[in-house]
């Protein structure tokens, strides 16, 4: 393995502009949860793909200075000596990575958040982060960026080892992920409305939810976002093993999925009738509605 030179490690306290080595952190585009195609451009240059929220006026953001580190870097870089570093880094100058862990960057994105995100290693990079300090850690896991989005949500909208990141997170910080789960973002969703966006594994996530915090898992499932949709109602409209996600709603909160039945959306559309107009798998998801109601 090649070592870092002294002068890499230190690199200015591993913080880089962004006009050196800046990539963005976010994908030009990213779904959040709004109805239609439609692509609106912004000011930090971030594209939203609107299936939602076309037509609600959006909250303006203001960046602060950049404050991108090297840390932030080698926790998105999908290069496989990122992983390398991390753990050279680790040994040789662990203090400054501890002080590092919390640090944000324009968007408020902690490396941990970074490395939920990640689609190369991102359990490995969040284990490197925990073994350098289990308190940030856990401070990090209930940190919000400027979109309200915590570690928890972008594990699960990476789709990438989801599984592994989530029941890692639930394992070394049990009280964050708890508190996570009832953290509303800008859009009034909650980490377990962006299971309806998942395009596998969706009920073996609502699973570790129910699971690691059962309390939570039975308050959120009658909370509505900022359209009025409840968990439920995402499932109930979701593309993907839209069926599976609503009995694993019904088996682990029977009570809170008959109660959310009936609640509406800003459209008075209830799960139900969500359902029934969903293109996809409408007769199982309703199969499933009918038996546990």
Request: aromatic share 8%.
């Amino acid at each position: 393995m090649k070592i870092a030179s002294i002068n890499q490690i230190k690199f200015n306290n591993l913080k880089i502009s962004k006009k050196q080595t800046h990539k963005t952190v976010f994908s030009n585009k990213q779904d959040c949860f709004c109805k239609s195609s439609e692509a609106t451009e912004r000011k930090t240059n971030i594209s939203f793909t609107n299936k939602f929220y076309t037509n609600k006026p959006q909250k303006r953001v203001a960046l602060k200075p950049d404050v991108q580190t090297y840390i932030h870097h080698l926790a998105e870089s999908e290069n496989p000596d990122s992983l390398k570093e991390l753990i050279v880094l680790s040994a040789f100058v662990p203090e400054t990575l501890k002080e590092l862990i919390l640090e944000k960057n324009a968007y408020n994105l902690t490396p941990v958040a970074i490395a939920a995100k990640s689609k190369y290693k991102g359990t490995e990079k969040l284990t490197i982060f925990e073994q350098i300090s289990s308190k940030e850690f856990k401070k990090a896991i209930i940190a919000k960026d400027i979109f309200g989005f915590t570690p928890l949500t972008y594990a699960i909208k990476s789709q990438k080892d989801e599984i592994k990141k989530l029941k890692f997170m639930a394992k070394k910080a049990p009280k964050e992920f708890k508190q996570a789960m009832l953290m509303e973002d800008t859009f009034g969703c909650r980490p377990i409305d962006y299971v309806g966006l998942s395009k596998q594994n969706g009920a073996e996530i609502l699973q570790i939810m129910a699971d690691v915090a059962p309390d939570e898992f039975k308050k959120a499932i009658i909370l509505q976002d900022n359209l009025n949709y409840t968990p439920t109602a995402h499932m109930a409209w979701a593309k993907f093993e839209g069926a599976k996600k609503l009995e694993a709603i019904a088996k682990n909160a029977p009570e809170e999925f008959i109660m959310s039945l009936n609640i509406s959306n800003n459209k008075g559309e209830n799960p139900i009738r969500l359902a029934a107009l969903s293109p996809y798998d409408s007769s199982e998801k309703l199969q499933i509605i009918s038996q546990y109601s």
